[in-house]
């Protein structure tokens, strides 16, 4: 892996603040074996990091993601069928990790994001896109479909939407991404990227660890499902058991006593 080590960059702050930088700005942060390989390590090595309590993923240069590396593609085109499964089993992975890691997940889009660098976005919790930001799901452009990213673009903006921009391939702006889902909040420029990055953590960090590890966890396990006794059962399990631990005990103890939680000191 030639460029393994630097096509992905990634820092994380004592008060436990992640950032993975994609590192490819001469292609737009093209997505290659490489990124994709050096991505999942640092992915799987953040779900078993307890200390770190959120993590950005953002682009450097001019691009958040160009999506797949050229390059990558017009291998795709001679290769046999077993090595373009393999091929788009490293990015399935690549997404799931993200979305499942157990810490919240934050997306810093500061230019255009095309095909997998939807997926990116997509597969964050959270996404925040400057005015210079705009998106494209561009793969029916190329005879192809957004397959491995579809489950986290659908449940981000929903079938309708995907509908229109899946069979289009058209681009849109940070504000249409804000109207349809994809994109949380909307910034003026880098800056205003940074800025609002360092408030979101900043509210992060306020929150006991376990308890936003536990909420992602809730969202996952009811979406979708019918509010009946079974779950009405298990949502009530869910918050007896979290009353019941130290985290727990801190933070309500610290909220009737006025005064901030340990975690967050």
């Known amino acids: 892996m030639s460029e393994n080590d630097q096509s992905v960059i990634f820092d994380a702050t004592q008060a436990g603040v992640a950032f993975i930088r994609l590192n490819r700005p001469e292609v737009h942060n093209a997505l290659n074996a490489d990124l994709l390989a050096r991505m999942n390590d640092i992915l799987d090595e953040l779900r078993g990091a307890d200390g770190v309590r959120v993590v950005f993923i953002e682009g450097t240069g001019k691009s958040f993601s160009a999506g797949a590396d050229l390059a990558t593609m017009r291998k795709a085109a001679d290769m046999t069928h077993a090595d373009n499964l393999m091929d788009a089993e490293r990015f399935a992975e690549c997404f799931h990790r993200i979305a499942t890691l157990p810490m919240p997940t934050i997306a810093l889009v500061n230019g255009p994001a095309m095909g997998g660098g939807v997926g990116l976005v997509a597969a964050c919790d959270i996404a925040v896109a400057s005015k210079a930001a705009f998106f494209s799901l561009s793969e029916v452009r190329l005879g192809l479909i957004p397959a491995t990213i579809s489950p986290y673009v659908v449940e981000a903006i929903g079938p309708r939407q995907a509908k229109r921009y899946f069979t289009t391939a058209e681009r849109f702006d940070a ?91």
């Open 175 to 265: 504000e249409e991404a804000r109207r349809i889902g994809l994109v949380h909040i909307v910034v003026d420029d880098k800056d205003a990227l940074q800025n609002e990055a360092e408030r979101l953590a900043s509210e992060i960090l306020k929150n006991g660890p376990k308890a936003v590890h536990a909420a992602k966890d809730l969202i996952n396990d009811v979406m979708w499902r019918e509010i009946d006794h079974h779950l009405r059962q298990d949502t009530a399990k869910r918050i007896a058991d979290i009353r019941a631990t130290d985290e727990g005990k801190e933070g309500t103890q610290a909220f009737l006593d006025k005064r901030k939680p340990t975690w967050a000191e």
